[in-house]
């Protein structure tokens, strides 16, 4: 059985950054895939971020790109999100997520396994 946990949330200001990490046990032979998911009170669960098996198909969300970085993975253990340029509509709890089949992507259908998130709050 794999199970996730995420640490690293927090409340701070606008344009601060966060590092979000995501520990890893169990067995995962290396095959799987990573992604951050987030959900603000009252919304959907939102794809953020993805690293595929082996690194080499990274995808994310127009709102992130250029300000967040998915990272790790790939057999290595922990994965994280850097968070860069922070604003006030990306307050939400973030989920990880592993996906046993390598592919990773947006689709939350395709993750088996969820932490439990960990809360981050951007406001002035």
């Known amino acids: 059985q794999v199970q996730l946990g995420e640490t690293g949330g927090g409340s701070v200001q606008p344009g601060d950054s966060l590092r979000l990490t995501c520990t890893v046990s169990?067995?995962?032979?290396?095959?799987?895939?990573w992604a951050w998911f987030r959900q603000a009170p009252g919304e959907e669960r939102d794809f953020v971020a993805s690293?595929?098996?082996?690194?080499?198909?990274?995808e994310y969300a127009d709102s992130v790109k250029g300000r967040f970085t998915i990272s790790g993975g790939n057999g290595k253990n922990p994965v994280y999100l850097q968070m860069n340029n922070l604003k006030p509509e990306d307050t939400a709890v973030y989920y990880c997520?592993?996906?046993?089949w390598g592919e990773g992507g947006p689709s939350l259908s395709r993750y088996e396994y969820w932490g439990q998130g960990t809360q981050v709050t951007i406001s002035s």
């Open positions: 690293v595929n098996w082996n690194g080499g198909k990274i």
């Open positions: 169990g067995r995962t032979n290396g095959g799987f895939a």
């Open positions: 997520a592993a996906d046993p």
